[in-house]
């Protein structure tokens, strides 16, 4: 079984942690580390095992063997919002929650996120983009150390993803607790994180330090030098630039 502790109480630090399905070994001694306040984005082909790290590391599969040291206070932000739809979205943010004031702790987070109109609504009567923020909103209620989000923009369209992905990077710059961000999006990963890393044959194959200024600017060359690092990482084939028109005279 794993072994959970709080060595890193405000990061992350991993050891050998390997991960068995069936006959299938998913992950196989898996290292990782994750600075207090450090943002990194996880990549790699479906079925590496992204998700299963990340699942460990928020203590929702303790089925693995190895060492995790993490913070106690955690949240995760999933692709699918998972909201109640019978209950009101500021009930939805302090769900699970004890304590006094929750109505002034669930606005607090909804208004962070743009929402506090939408604080007695209901979950149905909201977009996809809303729906999202709350479920963000749900997390920073809970002030974590270690904000955990597996694919939290994919079932988004493009302009509302685009938005989604500024918000996390002003909360992280507001909040800085430390983020794992699971994603097949590399342009997202260089976009938002500190580093990028690539799991692959169940470890971390490489890494991808982001030394860039932020905000980040997807004409940078810098930019597209490491997007096309991380592609080739992936064993992706960058797109052609276009052909440059011929002179004529």
Known sequence: MTAVTTEAPAGVRVRGLTRVFGDRTVLDGVDLDIAPGEFVALLGA??????????????LDGEGHGDIGVPDRRAVVYQEHRLLPWSR???????????????????????????AARADAWPLTLSGGESQR?????????TP?????DEPFGALDALTRLKAQALVADLWAEHRPAVL????????ALLLADRALLLSGGRIAREYPVALPRPRSLEDPRFTALRRDLLDGLGV???PAPAEPEETT
């Open 145 to 149: 150390e270690l904000l955990l989000l």
């Open 237 to 239: 084939a960058p797109p």
């Open 134 to 142: 709350v479920a963000l909103a749900r997390a920073l209620v809970r």
């Open 46 to 59: 479906s079925g590496t095992g992204k998700s299963t790290l990340l699942r460990a590391l928020a203590g």
């Open 89 to 115: 979205v500021w009930k939805n943010v302090v769900l699970g929650l004890r304590g006094g004031d929750l109505r002034r702790r669930a606005d607090a987070a909804l208004a962070e996120v743009g929402l």
């Open 181 to 188: 961000l699971v994603t097949h999006d590399v342009e997202e």
